[in-house]
């Protein structure tokens, strides 16, 4: 079974340019999760998806991130403009529901200049 | 709210040392707690979990044990290997709150010289 895909793994921008990120996760997993993970620490919440509805956004900065999930399946999360700050590592995790285990995927390492 | 605190790394031990590293929480519920693995390049891994007070979760060598009196899920391992070396994250979900997610520590680095 595949895990859950992410892509692109590397990615190098300038300060005030947009860039998106895509999030495949493990087929029939309901939930989907996109944290945020600074250097040296853990992992945080940006937003949670329940089928196609975002459940729980509250610490995404809605002022330049956005993000959705169309059909329930794949998902893209996007930021414009970057900024300096947002330099991190972009992690999307699945679960068959909010009980269960959450799989994580690689991650998009971001990095802006 | 919920929090996570576990010890600073790196952690550094020769093959065959015991492991311990530390983790406490702070919860208003009564949550779960994981601990998940990071080898290099790789995504997260669930390592083990416990989901209610004195559960020991076990895998592959490691342990750790939930303990409510003192908010702590410290994970053990009595014999580490070179291929254990990784970050390790200590996590809580807290399904009776409003904020069904995890709550990670800051990670913990550990380095096992040959």
């Known amino acids: 079974e595949a895990g859950v895909v992410q892509s692109p793994r590397y990615k190098i921008i300038e300060k005030k340019q947009p860039v998106a990120f895509w999030c495949n996760p493990i087929s029939g997993h309901n939930t989907l999760y996109w944290y945020r993970q600074n250097l040296g620490q853990g992992p945080e919440l940006l937003i949670r998806?329940?089928?196609?509805?975002?459940?729980?956004d509250s610490q995404l900065p809605k002022d330049r991130f956005s993000a959705e999930r169309l059909k329930g399946v794949d998902s893209t999360l996007k930021i414009q403009p970057a900024e300096l700050g947002d330099s991190a590592v972009y992690l999307c995790?699945?679960?068959?529901?909010?009980?269960?285990?959450?799989?994580f995927g690689p991650g998009t390492r971001l990095t802006v200049l | 709210g919920n929090s996570v605190t576990q010890m600073e790394g790196p952690v550094t031990l020769s093959e065959e040392a015991f492991l311990t590293i530390n983790c406490t929480y702070t919860?208003?519920?009564?949550?779960?707690l994981f601990w998940y693995v990071q080898y290099p390049g790789e995504g997260l891994q669930l390592l083990l979990k416990a989901t209610k007070a004195d559960d020991k979760g076990s895998n592959k060598g490691f342990e750790a044990t939930y303990r409510k009196e003192t908010t702590s899920f410290h994970l053990e391992k009595g014999s580490v290997q070179v291929s254990d070396s990784a970050v390790y994250f200590c996590?809580?979900?807290?399904?009776?709150?409003?904020?069904?997610?995890?709550?990670f520590g800051s990670g913990t680095r550990l380095q096992v010289q040959p």
């Open positions: 998806y329940e089928n196609e509805e975002a459940v729980d």
């Open positions: 995790a699945s679960s068959l529901n909010l009980r269960n285990e959450q799989f």
């Open positions: 919860a208003t519920g009564y949550p779960s």
């Open positions: 996590a809580l979900s807290d399904l009776d709150t409003g904020r069904r997610a995890l709550t």
